[in-house]
């Protein structure tokens, strides 16, 4: 997987109009939080430029939804790396300490015979139809 793969954003009008939307409701919030009536001031000529031109917010939205596509990429190996590093190798490294093991790998090449399980089963309709 390439992160430093090229990302080429194309922004739309609309969402031009919802990065509007999203930067009012920001500001809102912040201006009810702190009771600030210059951010309320704020609040409602952002909602107006929403409404009427859009397309100032061109640049913001650019950084905006380029950052939206950098986090899409670099967030599940996060992800994935946090997951593995507490659930799988916990397991594991517990699983060694009390001696299993599942793959029989002690036992390979130890002698003549195969480790592998010769299970002389004859598959039938019914073995298919209901596999899980």
């Excluded at 939080?33 to 650019?62: D, S």
Aim: proline fraction near 3%; aromatic fraction near 12%; charge should be positive.
């Amino acid at each position: 997987m390439k992160i430093a793969k090229k990302i080429s954003i194309k922004v739309t009008k609309k969402q031009c109009t919802e990065f509007g939307q999203v930067a009012t409701l920001a500001v809102l919030f912040f201006a009810l939080r702190y009771k600030n009536e210059h951010l309320i001031i704020a609040a409602f000529m952002l909602i107006l430029i929403t409404i009427v031109l859009p397309i100032i917010f061109y640049p913001f939205t650019v950084v905006w939804f380029g950052l939206s596509e950098l986090l899409s990429r670099v967030g599940p190996a996060i992800i994935l790396t946090i997951i593995f590093f507490l659930i799988v190798t916990p397991v594991g490294l517990i699983r060694r300490f009390l001696g299993k093991d599942s793959m029989q790998l002690t036992q390979f090449k130890k002698n003549k015979q195969s480790v592998m399980i010769n299970r002389n089963h004859l598959y039938t309709e019914s073995d298919l139809l209901h596999i899980f």
